[in-house]
């Protein structure tokens, strides 16, 4: 055997071994998912229903802060008024399930649009407080109109027959979270996403390579907001009743988060965290109880308290040793999967 022929023989090999080895990383992505859902009944379906819920938020927060780079601290108010019209229309209206939830993604459109070019002058933290008003305001007027939201006892959200079991459902969110990668990956490869690329790394620069700034900055608005409402839809059906209290500031502040511990324009490393921080409040302080031995410090108040504080440690540690979030941690592995050399 020549030695071109033992080198190609081996390259051959090392083709073959590494798509196994991907396949099987996909294999076992996607039995991670499955197997909750198989095993874990309607406990776990609810849970699964939630992570997905909070990857698609954490999703539309990425298509704003992460492709277009504008700040959003009032992000509970796309996704509480989606929420809300969501159930508006299914439990007042009498509208079908289906047009509930695209009631949802455009009342969110509708509203990041509006907030959209009312802040299109302003920049950085300008534009944080922005947001962060109208997320404040929205608390307090938006989401206390009773005849909207139900006031303090909340608005009925029913589902529908075809998605009424916890199962069902949960198929549904995950359904609605691979269409929404889908489409930021194919927003990212696309012209429109080149542009955002270039309105994100500096505006005056992109504005002379013929991008239209303003355009594409409100184009980034209206479909985070778009996806954040159809989120907020899905998550209004998924409790059955919806809050104003499920959308105060500390979960706005919480989604953020998540978004920057998994990775800005990372979007397995969002999905991860997004599903870590969603699962978290539901999972650990069960854990601890079940632990046959409790250390002394900790007792049942502390259980739920350890999520938040948790929270804030791992931004700790992602802003000190890794920028770059749990994307950055996974870079390798995702390039490998892909068939990327580097």
């Known amino acids: 055997m020549s030695a071109t022929t033992l080198v190609l023989t081996r390259v051959r090999v090392r083709t073959h071994l590494g798509l196994v080895v991907r396949v099987a990383l996909i294999l076992a992505a996607l039995a991670l998912v499955a197997l909750p859902l198989v095993f874990g009944g309607d406990v776990w379906a609810q849970r699964v229903s939630r992570a997905a819920i909070y990857a698609v938020i954490g999703l539309s927060i990425n298509t704003l802060t992460g492709h277009a780079g504008q700040i959003s601290l009032g992000h509970q108010a796309f996704v509480g008024i989606g929420a809300f019209s969501s159930a508006f229309m299914a439990s007042r209206l009498g509208a079908p399930f289906g047009f509930g939830l695209a009631g949802a993604a455009l009342a969110g459109t509708v509203t990041a649009l509006i907030v959209g070019m009312v802040a299109l002058r302003v920049k950085g933290l ?101 996806v954040a409402g159809l989120a907020g839809g899905l998550f209004a059906h998924w409790n059955q009743v919806v809050q104003a209290l499920d959308f105060e500031f500390q979960v706005a502040l919480l989604w953020v988060l998540m978004a920057v511990v998994g990775g800005l324009r990372s979007r397995l490393g969002i999905v991860i965290a997004s599903s870590f921080f969603a699962l978290l409040p539901l999972v650990l302080p069960n854990f601890l109880a079940g632990l046959p031995w409790q250390p002394p410090f900790l007792n049942e108040a502390v259980y739920h308290v350890l999520p938040p504080f948790l929270v804030v440690l791992m931004l700790l540690v992602v802003l000190r040793f890794f920028p770059g979030g749990i994307g950055q941690l996974l870079a390798p592995v995702t390039r490998f999967v892909k068939g990327a050399k580097r």
């Open 126 to 226: 300008y534009l944080a407080l922005v947001t962060l008003a109208f997320g404040l305001t929205a608390e307090t007027t938006i989401f206390n109109w009773r005849e909207f939201t139900g006031g303090g006892a909340g608005a009925f959200a029913p589902r529908s027959a075809l998605v009424e079991s916890d199962l069902a459902y949960a198929l549904l969110c995950l359904a609605v979270l691979v269409v929404v990668l889908y489409t930021d990956w194919r927003l990212v490869s696309t012209k429109a996403g080149r542009a955002l690329t270039a309105v994100r790394n500096d505006e005056r620069i992109a504005s002379t390579l013929g991008v239209d700034v303003t355009g594409y900055k409100l184009g980034a608005f209206c479909f985070s907001g778009l």
